[in-house]
């Protein structure tokens, strides 16, 4: 089984940063794709930002310039640095990974951080 735990979501005032954290722990392989996921209220779960073991990545457009997703590697850990913070960018953040475990490729959700942003 492979766990994730997540941190660093809060609230912040408009134009302030957060730097959430994912670190992946049990039984895998290797990791592929570590990345972040958020869903606001009564929207869909939206990908925000992803990473691939070779360290590619890829962000959706609203958060280009203002986030930077990295990796360590030595740690199974993900971080998503949010500079520039927005309103709309109030949402329940979950972290992800792409794993090859016992059973095969499987992805797994960590609980989500709530991330307000509200003056």
């Known amino acids: 089984q492979v766990q994730l735990v997540e941190s660093g979501g809060g609230l912040v005032q408009p134009g302030g940063s957060l730097r959430l954290s994912c670190a992946a722990s049990?039984?895998?392989?290797?990791?592929?794709?570590m990345g972040w996921y958020r869903q606001a209220p009564g929207k869909e779960r939206e990908l925000v930002a992803a990473?691939?073991?070779?360290?590619?990545?890829n962000y959706r457009d609203s958060v280009k310039g203002r986030s930077t997703i990295s990796r360590d590697n030595a740690k199974n850990t993900v971080y998503l640095q949010m500079n520039s913070l927005r309103p709309e960018d109030t949402a329940v953040y979950y972290c992800?990974?792409?794993?090859?475990?016992?059973?095969?490729?499987?992805?797994?959700w960590g609980q989500g951080t709530q991330v307000t942003v509200s003056a």
């Open positions: 992800y990974v792409n794993v090859n475990g016992r059973s095969g490729y499987e992805i797994v």
């Open positions: 049990g039984s895998f392989f290797s990791i592929i794709t």
């Open positions: 990473i691939t073991s070779r360290g590619s990545t």
